[in-house]
């Protein structure tokens, strides 16, 4: 019988190497753009697809911090303008400064606008030609009264600092469309709110999770130049360095926070070419960037224009979650303890015109069907005053507004009584906002967990409902 012939042992040439090889680079590159996708696959319950049909692929969340008044806004009554300088009416609950004046009628006229005749404080003139857009829940309440707990309520679903916050989850439940952008980006017009940094953390959740802020002033995103390196040498230190994390991260058991890192580092590379040419309005046009107010005569107009007309960019190229802070008007946020008139008119001047823009640019451009914007505080203000020309800060009953992304548009939602201070109907947690947003992205909002201390935790913790009353 003929021996079997002994396996060919000579060294094999590079070019033999690749020819066998070849269907190895394919899996490679396959894996890394399925990576995302089943990001969220190590959560409980494992199973990264949404549990709904999905009604939008982004939120874009105007944060107002401070507390717009919902008397001044969104939620009009006439009784407050009949009994203005009176004794309040009603009940007062404790306050943050305990310095309860006389009932006080709102400075501002209401007008009904579009087919849907919703009323629209004339602090928003711009906002109001997308009446027809927007659904506006006037019976929100929060558990908290003070801007840092209330902060973290809004953000993380907790009163507490630490938790992950909404935009961390919605990037840890869907992963990220966008290739060379994190999936959450926080635009920072200049007032981080109260409560810091933390609210708009990961929490337990992985670290890649967290926020990303971007500067309106000065650079955008730190370090983020180009090496003046020649491409081959640039080439080959990525090489080692790719080598040498995954032997750091093999060493390690694959700890959170060097493949936090490690990803970071990955995806700022791809951000040095990205990040320029987001940043580059001049290719907007003249035209839109006037549509937005980027040419306005007030500066933190112009500052929120960019914001504004950023955030479409972003939720473009497919970042999942844009939060906006506001530019600082000089009067302490939206957060008006005195001198009512004079902030919010400002307040006001900064935000009107360029959301009114990005609604309209989003509509144009077929985004606001997949696209969740909110507008929101951590809360409201009392309808009577603070002093004289003042409105404290009120959890009980206060008014945000939602459009596209598969909300009903030119409606309002829940009531307060009549001198706007309490939900009295249709009452909305900010647990029920959160589910409703999860919702609305194809998430279930109670199977979207992670285990951490020994129980699966939520955005929603053991709380929320769905508010199916405003979906389209």
């Given at each position: 019988m003929t021996p079997a012939p002994l396996p060919d042992r000579s060294p094999i040439t590079r070019r033999q190497c690749l020819l066998r090889c070849a269907n190895g680079f394919g899996m490679l590159a396959l894996q890394g753009l399925l990576a995302d996708q089943v990001r969220a696959a190590t959560r409980a319950g494992g199973d990264p697809r949404p549990r709904y049909r999905p009604r939008a692929r982004s939120v874009?969340?105007?944060?107002m911090d401070g507390g717009p008044s919902q008397v001044d806004t969104f939620d009009p009554k006439p009784l407050l303008t009949r009994e203005h300088g009176r004794p309040f009416g009603a009940r007062m609950e404790p306050t943050q400064f305990d310095n309860n004046g006389n009932t006080l009628g709102?400075?501002?006229?209401?007008?009904?606008h579009g087919d849907s005749?919703?009323?629209?404080?004339?602090?928003?003139?711009?906002?109001?030609?997308?009446?027809?857009?927007?659904?506006?829940?006037?019976?929100?309440?929060s558990e908290f009264s003070e801007h840092t707990n209330a902060n973290y309520f809004?953000?993380?679903g907790s009163g507490l600092q630490g938790r992950p916050s909404?935009?961390?989850?919605?990037?840890?439940?869907?992963?990220s469309e966008a290739r060379d952008l994190p999936a959450y980006v926080v635009l920072n017009g200049g007032l981080i709110p109260p409560g810091g940094v933390d609210n708009f953390h990961s929490g337990f959740l992985p670290a890649h999770t967290q926020g990303s802020i971007f500067r309106m002033q000065g650079q955008a995103v730190a370090n983020l130049g180009t090496a003046a390196t020649p491409d081959a040498a640039t080439a080959r230190q990525r090489t080692l360095l790719r080598q040498l994390d995954a032997e750091a991260l093999q060493q390690q058991d694959g700890a959170d926070a060097i493949a936090a890192a490690i990803a970071n580092y990955e995806?700022?590379?791809?951000?040095?070419?990205?990040?320029?040419?987001?940043?580059d309005l001049g290719s907007e046009g003249t035209l839109l960037q006037h549509l937005y107010g980027i040419d306005h005569d007030y500066e933190h107009t112009r500052t929120f224009a960019r914001q504004c007309l950023l955030a479409r960019r972003l939720v473009e190229r497919g970042v999942r979650f844009v939060q906006l802070t506001c530019p600082d008007t000089g009067h302490d946020r939206w957060d008006q303890h005195g001198n009512l008139k004079r902030g919010h008119d400002d307040n006001c001047r900064m935000v009107d015109q360029?959301?009114?823009?990005?609604?309209?640019?989003?509509?144009?451009?077929?985004?606001?069907?997949?696209?969740?914007?909110?507008?929101?505080?951590?809360?409201?203000?009392?309808?009577?005053?603070?002093?004289?020309?003042?409105?404290?800060h009120n959890p009980f009953g206060f008014s945000i507004w939602l459009a596209g992304g598969g909300v009903r548009g030119g409606m309002t939602y829940g009531a307060t009584?009549?001198?706007?201070?309490?939900?009295?109907?249709?009452?909305?947690?900010?647990?029920?906002?959160?589910?409703?947003?999860?919702?609305?992205?194809?998430?279930?909002?109670q199977r979207l967990t992670y285990r951490f201390g020994g129980r699966d935790l939520r955005l929603t913790d053991v709380y929320g409902e769905v508010v199916r009353g405003i979906l389209a």
């Open positions: 874009i969340f105007l944060y709102s400075p501002w006229a209401f007008h009904q005749g919703l009323w629209v404080s004339e602090l928003f003139p711009h906002v109001a030609r997308n009446a027809d857009r927007l659904c506006v829940v006037r019976s929100m309440v809004l953000h993380t909404m935009g961390a989850w919605i990037g840890y439940g869907l992963g995806l700022a590379f791809a951000m040095q070419a990205a990040v320029p040419e987001l940043l360029p959301i009114g823009a990005l609604l309209q640019d989003l509509q144009a451009r077929g985004l606001l069907d997949d696209t969740l914007v909110v507008w929101a505080g951590e809360f409201g203000r009392t309808p009577f005053a603070q002093g004289k020309n003042g409105r404290d009584d009549d001198y706007g201070y309490k939900a009295v109907q249709d009452k909305v947690t900010i647990h029920d906002l959160h589910a409703t947003i999860l919702h609305l992205l194809g998430l279930d909002h």
